[in-house]
């Protein structure tokens, strides 16, 4: 599988740094004075300094939860996942969409978490206990 790129905004470099590398453990890669590469399991992502954010109210419904439109993740396995939302708990984390799953009992069931970034950024993870079970209809 080849790794995917995004690119995303974010206000702040050196926060960005102490979220990403620092919270959620994505070593850096290369960098300027506009941008830093992160590792994000594997992917790249990258930090785009920009002066003010757009954030997009938009929400689609998905199993009782208004999902945010504008969000981007990464699928771990089940371990990962529960290490994840134990992490980000003890932090305090303010989730958009508290860890659970979703599906139950349903082709796709997964566990889910939804949170920002400190820009605004939403980002979800998830995980499904059979894999294989990703793009089940």
Not at 75 to 91: C, G, I, Q, R, T
Not at 92 to 112: C, H, V
Request: glycine share 8%; charged share 20%.
């Amino acid at each position: 599988m080849q790794p995917f790129h995004l690119a995303f905004p974010v206000t702040n470099l050196e926060t960005a740094r102490a979220f990403y590398g620092g919270v959620l453990g994505c070593p850096e890669g290369r960098s300027s004075a506009d941008w830093v590469d992160f590792n994000f399991y594997g992917h790249q992502i990258v930090a785009h300094l920009c002066v003010s954010m757009d954030a997009s109210s938009a929400r689609s419904e998905v199993d009782g939860h208004g999902v945010p439109v504008r969000h981007f993740g990464l699928v771990l396995s089940m371990p990962d996942w529960e290490a994840l939302s134990s992490k980000l708990k003890a932090l305090g984390t303010k989730f958009i969409i508290e860890p659970y799953t979703r599906f139950k009992g349903e082709p796709g069931e997964q566990a889910t978490l939804f949170f920002l970034d400190p820009f605004g950024n939403v980002i979800e993870f998830k995980a499904f206990q059979n894999p294989s079970s990703l793009f089940a209809k």
